[in-house]
């Protein structure tokens, strides 16, 4: 039986991890004040507690909260996106103003192990667990996929020194995060027939 996906609003309002994950929005405005220590700390410990293929938790998070160096870690992808010939993620990155960090006060790096192949779907958990709390918290957040480009490159260990990743691991995701400027869009309506229940 196909069902058009139904949420009992009232129980997704009253239930407060319900509620983070139906309003959490992608945030790509940010007020310039640092994030408190102590919520970004609650945001990382989220993620140290998602779930990883048998238990490796074998991701690692680069808290980055100097601007100079996230504005190093954006020109490392914009290079990397100029050099790879991509002409989607070129164009994004026009639309974007050319920063894919759009000046967030601090920024996640969310690094695996390169051999690992459920490393990405591990970090990815990670990274869901984090948009999570912030969101829960207050915080604006996004999801920078653009991030993964670094994994490919021939520069990747170079890259990986300075972001401090333990050996053999690489950058997969960042992650923005903020006060959120302005006023935060409603979430557009969720696609029909996602769901199948097989009784």
């Given at each position: 039986?196909?069902v058009?996906?139904?949420?009992?609003?009232?129980?997704?309002?009253?239930?407060?991890?319900l509620?983070?994950?139906?309003?959490?929005?992608?945030?790509r405005?940010?007020?310039?004040e640092q994030?408190?220590?102590?919520?970004?700390?609650?945001i990382v410990?989220?993620?140290l507690?998602?779930?990883?293929?048998?238990?490796a938790?074998?991701?690692?998070?680069?808290?980055?909260?100097?601007s100079?160096?996230?504005?190093k870690?954006?020109k490392?992808?914009?290079t990397?996106?100029?050099?790879?010939?991509?002409?989607?993620?070129?164009?994004?990155?026009?639309?974007?103003?050319?920063?894919?960090?759009?000046?967030?006060?601090?920024?996640?790096?969310?690094?695996?192990?390169?051999?690992?192949?459920?490393?990405?779907?591990?970090?990815?958990?990670?990274?869901?667990?984090?948009?999570?709390?912030?969101?829960?918290?207050?915080?604006g957040?996004c999801?920078?996929?653009?991030?993964?480009?670094l994994?490919?490159?021939?520069?990747?260990?170079?890259y990986?020194?300075?972001?401090?990743?333990?050996?053999?691991?690489?950058?997969?995701?960042g992650?923005?995060?903020?006060?959120?400027?302005?006023v935060?869009?409603?979430?557009p309506?969720?696609?029909?027939?996602?769901v199948s229940?097989?009784?």
């Open positions: 039986m196909f058009h996906a139904r949420r009992n609003k009232e129980q997704i309002e009253m239930n407060e991890v509620n983070a994950i139906s309003t959490r929005r992608s945030i405005l940010f007020k310039p994030l408190r220590q102590e919520d970004v700390d609650a410990e989220a993620g507690y998602a779930p990883s293929a048998n238990n938790q074998n991701w690692h998070f680069t808290v980055i909260q100097n100079a160096m996230i504005e870690v954006n490392w992808v914009l990397e996106i100029e050099m790879s010939g991509n002409a989607n993620l070129q164009e994004m990155i026009k639309r974007g103003s050319g920063s894919i960090f759009r000046n967030a006060p601090t920024v996640i790096i969310v690094s695996t192990e390169r051999k690992d192949r459920f490393g990405v779907i591990n970090a990815a958990a990670a990274t869901e667990n984090m948009l999570i709390a912030a969101e829960s918290l207050g915080i957040s999801w920078i996929g653009m991030a993964a480009i994994s490919g490159s021939k520069n990747v260990e170079s990986a020194r300075e972001l401090h990743l333990p050996d053999g691991y690489a950058p997969q995701i992650i923005t995060l903020g006060y959120k400027e302005g935060t869009p409603l979430a309506e969720r696609k029909p027939n996602l229940y097989i009784p």
